[in-house]
């Protein structure tokens, strides 16, 4: 079966878009897009999240990330002062950024941000020396122990490329991680946005908190 360890290793997908493919591997090929391509980003709203971590079970499960590394974390406070204090929950992961700092960080040019603004990493070109990690200012970015190569969430592209969501957004049983298409958003998806671009603080990179 082919995952996403087995094609960031070996480069055998091909991500196919309207603007034309992308090959994840020794040569990666970057498309020019149109105004009518997808821009894939993930709305998180923090209220519906209830702490459950169902969405860091099911990406250590799609992405086979070494032992207590994840690609995507539920962050935990306390607001409120005493004896009104209650815990808040706060999804979080890679926020593909509209330019990101880990792009300019790399040495060797292994990262790249795809027209469909899903920033990925070529471990093909990635000599895991660490200074991307460093530069993202989420934490987001992690060295696998096992292969010595930087990793990051990616919106799992392998399962976008065919059509379905990112594993953490179909396992969250309260929905609090929305994903679609900024130039074609529909749905929940479209009405979150909505709310969000009128929100103060909005931002225009690709993780949204409402």
């Not at 539920?74 to 002062?81: D, L, Q």
């Not at 700092?101 to 990925?120: M, Q, R, Y």
């Amino acid at each position: 079966m082919q995952t996403r360890r087995t094609f960031i290793k070996n480069g055998l997908l091909i991500f196919v878009a309207a603007s034309g493919a992308v090959t994840y591997g020794n040569a990666i090929e970057k498309t020019t897009a149109s105004p009518n391509d997808p821009k894939y980003a993930m709305i998180v709203i923090s209220q519906r999240c209830m702490g459950c971590n169902s969405c860091m079970a099911a990406c250590k499960l799609q992405n086979g990330t070494a032992e207590n590394l994840f690609l995507t974390t539920v962050k935990r406070a306390e607001e409120g002062n005493y004896p009104d204090i209650r815990e808040t929950f706060h999804p979080t992961g890679c926020h593909h950024c509209a330019n990101p700092p880990c792009i300019t960080a790399c040495p060797e040019g292994a990262i790249l941000k795809l027209d469909n603004s899903i920033v990925i990493t070529n471990w093909e070109k990635c000599t895991g020396d660490g200074a991307c990690v460093d530069a993202c200012p989420y934490n987001a970015r992690i060295i696998d122990p096992a292969e010595s190569k930087a990793d990051s969430c990616d919106f799992c592209l392998h399962l976008v490329s065919q059509g379905h969501r990112p594993s953490c957004v179909g396992s969250c049983p309260t929905k609090a991680r929305l994903f679609g298409d900024l130039n074609n958003p529909e749905g929940e998806f479209a009405k979150a946005l909505h709310k969000a671009q009128h929100e103060k603080g909005f931002s225009s990179t690709s993780l949204h908190y409402l």
